[in-house]
C-alpha cells in the first residue's frame, strides 16, 4: 500500500461565530479545498468574489463596512457546513466530502449539460453516492437548481419545487413555467432532476419544456430503470427521448475510493482498504453505514482487522 492522502477535517457549523478573522480565512481555505468555490462561498454571503478575495488579502478597503461583511461571511460559511455532506457534525454520520469516481463522473456530466445547455442522462446502481455528489455540485456550483422527487409527484408540485429554488411564486403550473425559464435564462444554468425513475413521461415533458424555453441544462440522475423506461418509450415519445444528449453511467466503487472515504474516519484504515471494498460489495451506503459501526469499536480500543471488518458488515446486512 502506498502513501495516503491526508484529507483535511472541517469543524461543525456550530464553532464558526466563534473563530478569529485568520481561522475564518483558513476555514474558507478547507471548504475551497473541498470542492466548493469561493464564488459560491461569496455569492451566499451576498458579496461579490471580488470582495472575499480582498478580505482573504487584508485589503478589504471600505471603512466600516468590514465587520458586516465578516458578520455575512460567518452565516455564509455556517450554512455551508451545515449541508449534509460536510462531516462537521458527527451526528450526522456522513462522510466528508471527498472526490470519487461516482462524484467526478456526476461532476463531468453536469457540466457538461451546464455549460452546453444540454438535456442529459446520468444512471447507475442506487447507494453508490450519485444523490450526495449531486447535492455537491449545487452546492458548489452558482445558478443550480436541485430537485429530488417523489412517485406521487403531480406535474404541479414538480414544476413548484423547482419554482422555489428559483423565488417564483406563481400557483399554476404553466404559470410556475414561463416565470421559471425567465429566471434561468439570465445566466448559464442546470437543473438537476434526482432520483429521476420516479417521474413519468408526462412529468418529464414538462420539464423538458425549461430546457427548450431557457436554454438551460437539464440532468436527469436516477437508477438503471429510468434508462430502461426510456428506451422502451422511444418509438411513441420519440420527439422526447432523442433530446437526450448526453448518457453517462456510473460504476461501483472502486479501491481508491473505498480508501479515501474510509480515511476521513479512521486514520489508520489504509492497510485493510481491500476488505473495506470486499465487505461494502462498491457501495458508498453500505461503505459509509460499515465505517460509523466500526468507528465506536476502533475508538474504545479493539484493533482493526480483516475479520472484523467482515463480521461487522455481515451484522450490518438485512438482506
Known amino acids: 500500500m502506498g502513501e495516503t492522502t491526508q484529507v483535511p477535517v472541517l469543524p461543525g457549523a456550530e464553532v464558526v461565530q466563534f473563530m478569529t478573522v485568520e481561522e475564518l480565512k483558513r476555514l474558507v481555505e478547507l471548504v475551497s479545498a473541498q470542492g466548493v468555490t469561493r464564488k459560491f462561498i461569496a455569492d451566499e454571503a451576498g458579496y461579490s468574489g471580488a470582495a472575499l478575495s480582498s478580505w482573504m488579502k487584508g485589503n478589504y478597503t471600505k471603512t466600516g463596512e468590514d465587520t458586516t ?16 455532506f460536510f462531516a462537521g457534525n458527527k451526528t450526522s454520520r456522513k ?15 453536469a457540466r ?16 453508490r453516492g450519485k444523490t450526495t455528489a449531486a447535492e455537491m455540485y449545487a452546492a458548489s456550483n452558482s445558478n443550480v437548481v436541485y430537485v429530488r422527487t417523489s412517485p406521487f409527484m403531480t406535474r404541479t408540485q414538480l414544476m413548484g419545487a423547482i419554482a422555489v429554488q428559483c423565488d417564483v411564486q406563481e400557483k399554476t403550473a404553466y404559470g410556475m413555467l414561463v416565470k421559471i425559464c425567465e429566471r434561468l435564462q439570465q445566466a448559464k444554468s442546470l437543473v438537476i432532476i434526482d432520483e429521476s425513475e420516479n417521474i413519468r413521461l408526462e412529468l418529464l415533458d ?16 436516477g437508477q438503471e430503470n429510468f434508462y430502461t423506461m426510456l428506451a422502451r ?4 415519445h420519440e420527439y422526447l427521448v432523442d433530446r437526450f444528449k448526453l448518457r453517462m453511467r456510473v460504476k461501483d466503487l472502486g479501491l481508491q475510493d473505498v480508501e479515501r472515504l474510509v480515511l476521513t474516519e479512521i486514520p489508520g484504515a489504509g492497510g485493510f482498504t481491500k476488505a473495506f471494498l470486499k465487505a461494502c460489495e462498491g457501495s458508498a451506503r453500505l461503505l459509509e453505514t460499515l465505517t460509523y459501526n466500526l468507528l465506536p469499536l476502533v475508538q474504545s480500543g479493539e484493533v482493526l482487522s480483516e475479520q472484523l471488518i467482515l463480521e461487522t458488515a455481515a451484522s450490518a446486512k438485512i438482506f
Not at 462522510?95 to 456530466?109: C, D, I, L, M, Y
Not at 457538461?112 to 447507494?127: H, N, S, W, Y
Not at 424555453?213 to 440522475?221: Q, V
Open 69 to 84: 461583511f465578516e458578520v455575512a461571511l460567518r452565516s455564509a460559511l455556517e450554512r455551508i457546513l451545515q449541508n449534509r
Open 95 to 109: 462522510f466528508q466530502r471527498v472526490s470519487t469516481s461516482v462524484s467526478e463522473g456526476v461532476f463531468q456530466a
Open 112 to 127: 457538461q449539460c451546464q455549460k452546453q445547455g444540454l438535456m442529459g442522462l446520468l444512471t447507475g446502481v442506487g447507494g
Open 206 to 221: 414538462a420539464v423538458r419544456q425549461i430546457n427548450d424555453w431557457s436554454g438551460s441544462g437539464l440532468l436527469f440522475i
Open 233 to 236: 418509450s422511444r418509438k411513441s
